[in-house]
């Protein structure tokens, strides 16, 4: 079992810029793919940004050129910047991990984390 603790988030104005981190209770490395997902109240979780484990990173169309995946596995951790944040960027962000082993699959989650973009 992989626990994951978020951090960052909180209230920003549009135009802004947050970051959130991700830490894991055990090494990265190990893990096949980190990410970000957020959910809206009435709306399915959706994917923010995602990274492989080497190295690819893909965005929603929505998110890309303002916000970047990155990892850090010293920290054992990876974190969300977010840049040019906008009213519809509000949302529960929630940070995933996948950890595959021969062909069970495991998906791992954070708490979340509430991101309000507001004037």
């Known amino acids: 079992q992989v626990q994951l603790v978020e951090s960052g988030g909180g209230l920003v104005q549009p135009g802004g810029s947050l970051s959130l981190s991700c830490a894991a209770s055990?090494?990265?490395?190990?893990?096949?793919?980190m990410g970000w997902y957020r959910q809206v109240p009435g709306k399915e979780r959706e994917l923010v940004a995602t990274?492989?484990?080497?190295?690819?990173?893909k965005y929603a169309d929505s998110v890309k050129g303002r916000f970047t995946i990155s990892r850090d596995a010293t920290e054992n951790k990876w974190s969300l910047q977010m840049n040019s944040l906008k009213l519809e960027d509000t949302a529960v962000y929630y940070c995933?991990?996948?950890?595959?082993?021969?062909?069970?699959?495991?998906?791992?989650w954070g708490q979340g984390t509430q991101v309000t973009v507001s004037s």
């Open positions: 995933y991990a996948k950890r595959v082993v021969v062909i069970t699959v495991y998906d791992y």
């Open positions: 055990e090494r990265i490395l190990r893990l096949n793919a």
């Open positions: 990274i492989t484990s080497n190295g690819n990173t």
